[in-house]
């Protein structure tokens, strides 16, 4: 794909969710001028960048919903749930027209199709046009919009009216190639709306060979462009240009228009041009200006000239003193940048961060003043520079979240639920790599709330709830992490059901000995599902567990909380990124670890007196709080350390805090987290592996998995 292409597909998928959004705000909280316009100008856009590029289909369908969209802007046609419903289905469908456009592919009959009853749907709205009664079998739905498809015009209309000669004098300014747009393209545009008889082209302001600049566009065009449209028609071809563009526009038998044209092309010779290449006939601009009308005036002859008007004489100007200027905004502007590039610049990053860790290492034991301080100060420089690379792959997940907005209302809608889907915490920031993995997942989520959570309005009145229910899908950091929560008010999760299904699967045994919490967690579990029916929404045995591995792939956990008759809540936590963190190094045994910073509270000594007060238990008193103590050389198998003293890492993981013990704290590290291999991929309490500057190995803990482990051992579990 050329980056034109790529700027295309990006700026289309940007148009469409505007789109998206303002109809379902629209269907939510009601129609208004402001939603009708942003519905028309996300279509209008779309249809002239797809004009450029040559699009005919995305134009052809774009411009008959334009239409009908205008005439709601209008007010000649209200717009109705009906036709909000209608546009919804035309945005999905353009997307898809866009897309194979994109890839250079034919059109499917299915989608030709879908498009030909779409525009016939579209056009019956239109005024005046008789209703369209709808297809109710889905059989014979198929016939008729193949059949359809073969007699409805999907072509560009053209505009109505006898047909005009229209002179269209072009000139690219320096800068249009910077557009992304081509000549071609707007020419491909002209052909659409009617015959392009003749072009010039205009190279007067073509520089010599040494001193043209390929990136700069010196070229303009004389052409005369026979159509039906209007001059407004052909001036919208410009709409995106238009500041990269010097036009004029008049028919051709305007003879004041061709005036006006040579004057302003003055510099360039224009009128031999026009003459030279036939366009106009030389008579034309051999008409002479009128004589200047001579009057005789008590016998004196006096010559008036045509009177031209003259501009009173400015009056005297009052001393004022003038206000300070005030200082303009700074211009901010933005770059679009492939992110495969950013991935290889935070890979090197990485390997620049493994690289000085090795240069601090060698100048600790060289005894180098100078040495240390350079080697200090370049690792503050990288420090900045990774925080600077991390910061550009960082994205609000508003624009992410939003797309979930059409799910739910389709989803809700399908099985005759009312829900009010609200969003909170758009502006949180996260990975790029890590908004995109959790997508997937949190549709599965979504769908699961909108089938299994929420109630119909009928179950809700009859338990004395409000007929509409609602979802919150919300997101915000906290401690290093970005949590990210689906919560609905409906019914919560049956447990007696979850139990009863999770024993008959053999899930767990009859004399189970489980929470409330863990019975709640056994929806995840593989080929567990409490739908009575299978559905295509969900309920099929699969996807929680999914779910549930493509968190814990991302390093990040799940939890689920549920009240009968109130709701349900479930809570995701994500690292910021799964590239570079700051962590903190200690050694335990033979072997080093990272334990990431954002989740250490502090470090204290386990002296001889904390050691006796514990009797043997795995528990301290700290500050008056009981705070129970995991030994990382038991649960790694470590060998024993001859060290010095032992050491205590607190450590805090949402509102759990556990105490790990170590051996030696070695302080702050920069961690570039590696994946480990298929062999240590499933080892618990380990998230991945990092490079030292020594060349050695460490491995990264997994502090959430330990927190688990260790309270579950402290119940007995």
Known sequence: MTEELELFAEDTEEQLQFMENALLDASESGIDSEKIGAIFRAMHTIKGTAGMFGFDDVVSFTHVAENLLDEVRKDNVEMTPDMLALMLKCKDHVDSLAQLSIREEEITEEITATGAELLVQLRAMMPGATPV???????????????????????????????????????????????????????????????????????????????LNPQKSYMGFEILFQSSSSKEDIEEIFEFVEDDVDLVIFKQEDNAGLEQLVKKRKSENLQTLLVDEGIYEADIFTAKEPEPEVVMIEEKQEVVAPVKAVAPAPKAKKEVQKEPAKKAAPKTSSLRVDSNKIDVLINQMSEMVIANARINEISEQSDNMELEESANLLSELLE?????????????????????????????????????????????????????????????????????????????????????????????????????????????????????????????????NLSDKEIYELIFAAGLSTADKVSDISGRGVGMDVVKRNIEDLRGTLDIDSTPGKGSKITIRLPLTLAIIDGFLVQVGDTKYVIPLDMIQECIELDEEAKESMKGNQFINLRGEILPLLNVHEYFDEAVYEGGRENVLIVKYTDKVVGLKVDELYGEHQTVIKPLGETFQQVPGISGGSILGSGEVSLIVDVPSLIDYKLKQSKGL
């Open 133 to 211: 009664t709808p297809v109710v079998e889905e059989k014979e739905a198929v016939e008729v919009f193949e059949e359809k498809a073969q007699t409805v015009d999907t072509s560009l209309p053209q505009a109505s009216g006898e047909e005009v000669m229209w002179h269209v004098s072009l000139r690219l300014k320096e800068d249009f190639f910077t557009t992304g747009m081509s000549v071609l393209s707007i020419f491909n545009f002209f052909n659409e709306m009617g015959e392009i008889v003749m072009n010039v082209p205009v190279l007067t302001n073509v520089p010599l060979l040494k001193n």
């Open 384 to 512: 900045q520079v990774r925080d600077g690379i991390m910061d550009i792959r960082m994205m609000q997940v508003g624009d992410s979240f939003m797309k979930f907005r059409r799910i739910v209302n389709d989803t809700a809608k399908k099985i005759g639920k009312d829900i009010d889907f609200v969003i909170s915490g758009g502006e949180t920031e996260l990975d790029k790599t890590v908004i995109e993995k959790i997508s997937d997942p949190l549709v599965h989520m979504l769908r699961n709330s909108v089938d299994h959570g929420v109630e119909t309005p009928q179950q809700r009145e009859a338990a004395g709830k409000a007929g509409k229910g609602r979802i919150d899908l919300r997101a915000y950091p906290d401690a290093g992490t970005i949590v990210i929560e689906i919560e609905d008010n409906g019914n919560g999760i049956n447990k007696e059901k979850v139990l009863e299904k999770a024993i008959a699967s053999g899930i767990v045994s009859p004399n189970h």
